[in-house]
């Protein structure tokens, strides 16, 4: 008799350990499919949006928001701007007219007193896309003053007619020589004394500057 409870126990504990199993294995694979049921139902987010490759060669035209010249800027100064007009790529805007746009002054040289005129060079730095300063590198930009031969002959051959009059006034033909030597040379003497012309662009003014690399927006 003890031997048959005893096997009946024995087959009693099997079969609790059994359903014991079972239940356990149930509750994992019901959280395993809560869980696949959890990723499911999660929203998966969209892919970043493709880059927009500006290519090298595109035209930057711009409108500056303050002046720039050779004879106040400082080479590393930087400027800012604006877009005057969108730019462009295969027939979409990818940059908005007003986009804001930072430029810097590479080299400012003004006219020298003799000879020389004034020069000034710039290149912009980055513009802004979404709200974010994207790095451009454009061409150099160069401006330089215009030349002043013709204006400066004009004032020495008009200090030298002058000299004339007031020599020939003072004594005669011998005096009118005299004089225009010595206007002439007066005149000369003012050019050494005053520079050229400046190379100066004030806020409004448009300029067009052109990628040298592309850029990635």
């Not at 929203?43 to 927009?52: A, D, F, G, T, V």
């Not at 500006?54 to 106040?72: D, F, Y």
């Not at 300063?133 to 002043?148: I, Q």
């Not at 000369?188 to 004394?193: Q, R």
């Amino acid at each position: 008799m003890k031997r048959l409870f005893g096997v009946i126990w024995i087959v009693m504990a099997l079969g609790l350990s059994a359903c014991g199993s079972a239940t356990a294995d149930k509750t994992a694979a019901d959280e395993e499919a809560a869980r696949a049921k959890a990723a499911a139902a999660k929203p998966i987010p969209p892919p970043p949006p493709p880059k927009i490759i500006v290519p090298a060669g595109t035209p930057l035209h711009i409108r500056l928001k303050e002046g720039v010249s050779a004879s106040k800027s400082e080479p590393g100064t930087e400027f800012s701007a604006s877009l005057a007009e969108p730019v462009v790529v295969n027939g979409k805007v990818v940059l908005a007219q007003g986009s804001s746009v930072v430029g810097r002054v590479v080299d400012a040289r003004e006219s020298g007193r003799v000879k020389g005129r004034a020069s000034l060079s710039l290149v912009l730095t980055s513009v802004v896309h979404n709200g974010k300063s994207v790095p451009v590198e454009t061409r150099t930009y160069v401006g330089v003053a215009k030349s002043t031969k013709k204006r400066d002959a004009g004032v020495i051959g008009g200090a030298a007619g002058v000299g004339a009059v007031i020599g020939a006034i003072a004594g005669g033909g011998k005096g009118a020589a005299t004089g225009a030597a010595i206007g002439g040379a007066g005149g000369t003497g003012a050019i050494l004394a005053t520079r050229g012309e400046d190379v100066h662009y004030p806020p409004e003014t448009r300029l067009t500057f052109v990628l040298s690399k592309a850029a990635e927006l």
